[in-house]
C-alpha cells in the first residue's frame, strides 16, 4: 500500500514555476524532465525505518515571499541568537521563506572572486559554474523520487563558490527562516571549493509550524576539487509539523578534506542522510552528527562515507538522545571500493535513551572490496549509567543537572565541532529545550 | 564542640541479597580523623558506599545519622549538600564533561541560585589547589577521569574534596595504587584541610597512608563489624604483626564477610 499518488502538480506549472524565475532553459527542461521520473520512481527505502505512511503530499508548493529585512534587530530572537550581537557576521544570508531578505558578504570575499548568493541569482549570473555541478558530482535526480521531486520543484537555496587558491577564513553563514507555516521548503544547497581553496560554511533551518502539515526536501551538494578543505556545519531545527527528507552529499578528489558537524533537531519525522565520496587518493571525511528525538518523532539518520581513492580516510561518529516515544535508527556505512588500497573506514554509533518507550538502533555496516585496508566499528545503544549519576550526585549535584551533564557531554564531541561560537550556543540552548 | 557529627549505629548493609555488613557502629566527630583498616572483603568499602548511598547498597537495618539529621532518608546528592563527601575508589569517566566544569556545578549546586562563584574566584581557588597537588593544569579541560591514570583519578578526588570543603569526608582507599611521590602529595593535601571543623573516616588497608596522616582512632574491620578499636598505636602494631593476633584474640578463623556463605 505504498502512497503512489500521482503528483498534483502538472508540466505546465512547472514551466511556469521556471519561467517567472527566470530561468535558464536547461534548468526548466531538467526540472520537467524530474517530474516525469518522479511519477515513476520508487521513494527511498532507508534501512530499518518503513516511511511509506509519511507523509510527505501534503504541502503547498510555491515561492512564498519573504518580507526584505533592512536590520537584523528585527528578527526573531532564537533567529539573532545565532549571531554574536556585538560582532555581527561580515557574511551572512538570510533566506525567508523562499526569498532572501538579508545579504552581506565582504568586499576582500568579492574581491577574490567568492561567490556567496542565492540559487535563483547564481542561475544567472553564474550559469556556467551552477550547470557544471547542479545535480551532477554529487546527487542525481533520478536516485528515488524525493530527489526527482526536489529537482522538479526547487524553490530556494544557495550557491557557493570559492575559486582557485582562495582561502575563506571567515565562515559564511545562512539561515533558512521557514516563516509561512505552511510552505513546502524544496531547497538546494551547492558548495563548490575549487583547488586548493578551503571554506567554513555553517547553516540553520528554523521553522515555526508545529501543527500546519508541510513538507522539507533539502539537498546539498558539497563538492571539494584537488587539495580543498570544506568544513560544513549544520543545524537542523524544523517544527513537528514538517515531515523531512534532508540529503547532504560531499565529493571530495585527491588530497581534498570535507569535515561536517551535523545537529539533526528537528521535531517531525526525518529522513536524514549524509554520504560522502572520497574519490581522490589521500583524502578525507571526518562526518559528524548529533541528534534529539522527542515526542512521537521518527528519524532515520544515514552516515555513509565510500571510499574510491587510495589513501583515503573516512571517520564516522553519531550520537543520540531519544525520548518520550521518539525512535531514532542510525545507520554507518564505511564502503571501501576495490582499488582504494590503504584507506581506513571507522565509525561510531551510539544512542543514549531516556524513557522507557523511546527506542534506538545502531547498525553498523562496513562493505569492503579491497584487501589492504583497515576498518572499525563501534556501537552502543543504552541508558544512562547510574553509576555515573551517583558520582556526579555525590558531589551535590541533582539528579536533574547529573542528566544534563551527562547527556550534554554525550553529544559534546559533536557539538563542539561547529564552527561558529554563537551557532554552537544556540545548539546547546535548543538541546537543553529538547531534552528538559 | 566543633564540626558536624556522623553517627553509625547498628548499621547493616546488604548488596544483591547478600549480607556485608553486620552492625557497624561509628562516630566521628569535626576534627577527628578515624582510620577503619583491614583486610580485604571485610566490608570496608561497603561502609563508604552505603554511607553516601551507592545505588546497589541497601540498609537493611540501622541508622546513619548527621548532625541527629537521618542520612538514609536523603538522595545521594542531599547527603553531599548536607556535609558529606566521598573519595571514590574507582570513580566513573564523564565523556564531554571537563573537569573544571563539573567541579563548578559542584561548588554551585552547595550555593543559593543567583550566588554563584565568581568565575574568576572558581579559577583561582581551582588553579591553587591543582598547584598544591602537583596536578598538571590541562587536566582541569580534560572530561571528567576520561583517560586519567590510577594516580590522576585519585589526585582528582583530593582535588574536589579541597574545593568542596565538606564537613565530614570518608576517603576509600584512596592510597591504593598510588607510588610513594603521589602518595604524599595526595596526604599532604588532605592534611591541609585539617582543623577542629572537619572530621575524616580513612579506609585503607595499609599502615602505610597513616605514616603520613596520623589518625586519632584506629579501627579493625572483620566479618562485617568493627571488632577492635585503638589509637594510632593500634595501626603500628598491625604493621609490626598483622593481623592474626586480633583474630587470635577474637577467635575469628576467616575474617571476610564470606564465613557465613
Known amino acids: ?436 | 564542640m566543633a564540626g558536624s557529627t556522623l553517627e553509625i549505629k547498628d548499621l547493616h548493609v546488604e548488596i544483591e541479597g547478600k549480607e556485608i555488613l553486620k552492625g557497624v557502629n561509628l562516630t566521628i566527630k569535626g576534627g577527628e580523623f578515624h582510620a577503619v583498616m583491614g583486610p580485604n572483603g571485610t566490608g570496608k568499602s561497603t561502609l563508604a558506599s552505603a554511607i553516601m548511598g551507592h545505588p546497589k547498597y541497601e540498609v537493611t537495618q540501622g541508622q546513619i545519622l548527621l548532625d541527629g539529621e537521618d542520612v538514609l532518608e536523603m538522595e545521594v546528592d542531599e547527603r553531599a549538600r548536607a556535609g558529606l563527601f566521598l573519595a571514590m575508589q574507582y570513580p566513573s569517566e564523564i565523556s564531554g564533561v571537563t573537569t573544571s566544569d563539573f567541579l563548578r556545578s559542584s561548588i554551585n549546586a552547595r550555593r543559593e541560585e543567583g550566588d554563584e562563584i565568581p568565575l574568576m574566584k572558581f579559577i583561582k581557588e581551582m588553579d591553587e589547589a591543582l598547584d598544591y597537588l602537583e596536578i598538571d593544569k590541562n587536566m582541569a579541560q580534560r572530561y571528567l577521569n576520561e583517560g586519567f591514570s590510577g594516580g590522576e583519578k585519585k589526585r582528582n578526588e583530593i582535588l574536589q574534596l579541597m574545593l568542596l570543603k565538606p564537613e565530614i569526608a570518608i576517603l576509600d582507599e584512596i592510597d591504593s595504587g598510588l607510588d610513594i611521590d603521589a602518595l604524599k602529595v595526595v596526604s599532604k593535601g588532605i592534611n591541609k584541610l585539617r582543623d577542629e571543623n572537619f572530621g575524616c573516616l580513612i579506609i585503607t588497608h595499609y599502615q602505610r597512608l597513616l605514616n603520613y596522616i596520623t589518625p586519632d582512632h584506629v579501627h579493625v574491620m572483620m566479618q562485617g563489624r568493627v571488632v577492635k578499636s585503638g589509637g594510632p598505636e593500634l595501626a603500628q602494631r598491625l604493621e609490626a604483626e598483622g593481623y592474626d593476633w586480633i583474630k587470635e584474640e577474637l577467635g575469628i578463623e576467616d575474617e571476610t564477610v564470606e564465613q557465613n556463605a
Open chain 1, 1 to 436: 500500500m505504498a502512497v503512489e499518488t500521482k503528483l498534483p502538480y502538472e508540466k505546465s506549472y512547472i514551466e511556469e514555476f521556471s519561467n517567472k524565475r527566470n530561468e535558464p532553459q536547461w534548468m526548466k527542461e531538467l526540472r520537467l524532465q524530474a517530474l516525469e521520473q518522479a511519477n515513476s520512481l520508487e521513494m527511498p527505502k532507508p534501512d530499518k525505518t518503513n516511511i511509506s505512511k509519511w507523509d510527505f503530499s501534503s504541502f503547498k508548493h510555491d515561492f512564498a515571499q519573504g518580507e526584505k529585512l533592512s536590520s537584523l534587530t528585527d528578527l526573531p530572537t532564537e533567529i539573532k541568537d545565532l549571531f554574536d550581537k556585538d560582532n555581527l557576521p561580515e557574511n551572512l544570508l538570510i533566506q525567508r521563506n523562499q526569498s532572501v531578505a538579508y545579504s552581506a558578504i565582504s568586499k576582500e570575499l568579492q574581491d577574490k572572486g567568492v561567490i556567496f548568493t542565492d540559487i535563483f541569482t547564481a542561475m544567472n549570473e553564474h550559469e556556467d559554474l551552477v550547470k557544471r555541478y547542479f545535480m551532477k558530482d554529487g546527487v542525481s535526480v533520478d536516485e528515488h523520487r524525493l530527489t526527482a521531486l526536489h529537482a522538479a520543484l526547487m524553490n530556494g537555496g544557495i550557491f557557493v563558490y570559492v575559486p582557485k587558491n582562495v582561502q575563506v577564513e571567515v565562515p559564511l553563514q545562512v539561515v533558512f527562516w521557514q516563516e509561512d507555516p505552511e510552505a513546502a521548503l524544496f531547497n538546494h544547497v551547492l558548495v563548490v571549493a575549487d583547488e586548493n581553496s578551503s571554506l567554513t560554511y555553517v547553516e540553520n533551518y528554523i521553522s515555526h509550524n508545529p501543527d500546519e502539515k508541510t513538507v522539507a526536501n533539502i539537498v546539498a551538494e558539497v563538492i571539494a576539487q584537488d587539495n580543498a578543505k570544506i568544513s560544513f556545519g549544520a543545524v537542523d531545527n524544523l517544527s513537528a509539523g514538517t515531515t523531512s527528507y534532508v540529503n547532504r552529499r560531499g565529493v571530495a578528489y585527491r588530497d581534498a578534506t570535507i569535515d561536517w558537524a551535523l545537529g539533526q533537531m528537528n521535531d517531525g519525522n526525518t529522513v536524514f542522510e549524509n554520504i560522502t565520496h572520497l574519490v581522490g587518493d589521500n583524502s578525507l571525511s571526518n562526518a559528524k552528527a548529533v541528534t534529539v528525538g522527542r515526542g512521537k518523532q521518527t528519524s532515520n539518520m544515514t552516515a555513509k562515507i565510500v571510499h574510491f581513492g587510495k589513501n583515503s580516510e573516512g571517520y564516522i561518529l553519531q550520537h543520540g538522545v531519544m525520548k518520550d516515544s521518539a525512535s531514532n535508527v542510525f545507520n554507518g556505512i564505511g564502503k571501501i571500493e576495490h582499488g582504494a588500497s590503504k584507506s581506513n573506514a571507522e565509525q561510531e554509533s551510539r544512542v543514549l535513551m531516556l524513557s522507557e518507550k523511546a527506542r534506538g538502533d545502531a547498525n553498523p555496516i562496513l562493505l569492503i572490496d579491497e584487501d589492504d585496508v583497515t576498518a572499525g566499528h563501534a556501537a552502543s545503544v543504552g541508558r544512562v549509567d547510574p553509576l555515573q549519576l551517583y558520582y556526579l550526585m555525590s558531589r551535590g549535584i541533582t539528579q536533574h543537572e547529573a542528566e544534563r551533564l551527562v547527556i550534554h557531554g554525550f553529544l559534546a564531541p559533536v557539538v563542539n565541532q561547529l564552527p561558529i561560537e554563537s551557532v554552537k550556543k544556540q545548539l546547546t540552548q535548543v538541546i537543553e529545550r529538547k531534552v528538559n
